[in-house]
C-alpha cells in the first residue's frame, strides 16, 4: 500500500532527526567541552559531517533493511513500520533516561520476531545472525582499537616540546575525530534508516532529506546531551579522549563499509571504556553496567512495542 510506504519514510525522517542529535552528542560535545572550536562552529561542523555521512557515506547501507525482507508487500510495509516507529520510541526514551540503546539492536531482533510470527516472510537470517554476532565483538574490536591510537598518539605528541604547539596539535586531533565520528554516525547508525525508507523513495531523494533531518537533529535537540557526554568524555584528557574516538570510529567505519548494521553507541563506549581501562575505577564499572542495562533492555523492549503495533495495525486492515 502506497500509504504505509509513506508513513515509514515519514517516520525515518524523524527517527533521522533523533539519532542525528542523540548519536552526534560525543562528537559535538568534545568540540564544545574543549573549546577547540567556538560553539556556532563546533555545530556547523558536526551539522555538515553528519549530513555528509548520511547523504555520501550510507551507500553501503543502501540493502540493511530494504531488499533484506521478502514476501507479501503489504506484510513488508506494515513490519517495517511497525519497527522503526516502535523502535524510535523506545530509543528515545530509552537514552533520555541514561539507558545508551542502539538502534540497530532494535530494528533487527524486532523485524526477525515479526517475520517469524507472520509466517507469510522471509528473512536474510545468515545476514541477521552476523550482524547480531558484530554487537559482541565491535566493542571488543573498539577497545583493543582505542588503545593502539592512544599508544600511537602519544608518542606523536610526547615528542613536541613547544607548548603552544603541542596545543595546536591536540585541537587539530580533537576536531578530526569529531568530523569523523559524526560522519560516521550518518554513514552507518542513520544509514540503516535510509535503508528503510527506500520502501518508499529511491536513493538520491531519500538519503540527502534523511541527512538534513539528522543535521537539524544536531541542531534542535543535542545540546544537553553534548554537554553531559562532552564532559565526561574529556574527563580522560585531550589525547585519550581522541583515541577513544578515533580508535571507535575507525571499527565502525570498517563494519560501514561492509554494509553491516553496528551499534554506534555500543562501539562508542568500546572506546571510552578502553582508555579508561588505564585506571579501572567507579566511572568504568558504571558505564559496563550502562552497556550491559542497554544490551539487555532495548531489545526485548523494542519486541514487545513492535509486536504491538504490528497487532494493532494487522486488524485495523484486517490482514
Request: charge should be positive; hydrophobic fraction near 55%.
Amino acid at each position: 500500500m502506497f500509504i504505509f510506504g509513506i508513513l515509514i519514510f515519514l517516520v525515518g525522517l524523524i527517527s533521522a532527526f533523533i539519532v542525528g542529535g542523540n548519536n552526534s552528542a560525543t562528537a559535538l560535545g568534545i568540540l564544545i567541552s574543549t573549546n577547540a572550536l567556538k560553539r556556532k562552529y563546533s555545530y556547523l561542523v558536526s551539522a555538515l559531517s553528519v549530513f555528509i555521512g548520511t547523504a555520501l557515506g550510507s551507500y553501503t547501507m543502501a540493502s540493511s533493511i530494504y531488499g533484506e525482507i521478502k514476501g507479501s508487500q503489504i506484510y513488508v510495509q506494515v513490519s517495517i513500520f511497525s519497527v522503526i516507529f516502535a523502535s524510535i520510541i523506545a530509543f528515545y526514551y530509552l537514552n533520555k533516561s541514561g539507558i545508551p540503546s542502539s538502534l540497530s539492536q532494535m530494528i533487527y531482533p524486532s523485524l526477525a520476531v515479526l517475520v517469524l510470527v507472520s509466517k507469510v516472510l522471509y528473512f536474510n537470517w545468515f545476514k541477521f545472525w552476523f550482524t547480531v554476532a558484530s554487537w559482541g565483538f565491535s566493542p571488543l574490536l573498539a577497545i583493543v582499537s582505542a588503545l593502539v591510537m592512544y599508544y600511537i598518539l602519544r608518542r606523536l605528541t610526547s615528542k613536541e616540546k613547544r607548548v603552544i604547539r603541542e596545543m595546536k596539535i591536540y585541537k587539530s586531533l580533537i576536531i578530526a575525530s569529531s568530523i569523523f565520528t559524526s560522519f560516521v554516525t550518518g554513514a552507518n547508525a542513520v544509514g540503516i534508516i535510509v535503508s528503510a525508507g527506500l520502501i518508499a523513495l529511491p536513493y538520491y531523494i531519500v538519503a540527502p532529506l534523511y541527512a538534513l533531518a539528522a543535521a537539524m537533529g544536531i541542531y534542535l535537540s543535542s545540546k544537553k546531551a553534548s554537554i553531559v557526554v562532552g564532559f565526561k568524555v574529556t574527563r580522560l584528557g585531550y589525547v585519550s579522549a581522541t583515541s577513544a574516538l578515533l580508535g571507535s570510529d575507525i571499527i565502525s567505519e570498517i563494519f560501514t563499509i561492509f554494509g553491516i548494521p553496528i551499534s554506534i553507541t555500543q562501539t562508542t563506549m568500546g572506546g571510552i571504556i578502553g582508555l579508561s581501562f588505564r585506571s579501572f575505577g567507579y566511572d568504568v564499572e558504571k558505564q559496563l553496567k550502562q552497556v550491559a542495562k542497554g544490551w539487555g533492555t532495548s531489545p526485548f523492549i523494542a519486541i514487545i512495542a513492535s509486536l504491538a503495533a504490528f497487532g494493532i495495525i494487522k486488524s485495523i486492515l484486517g490482514l
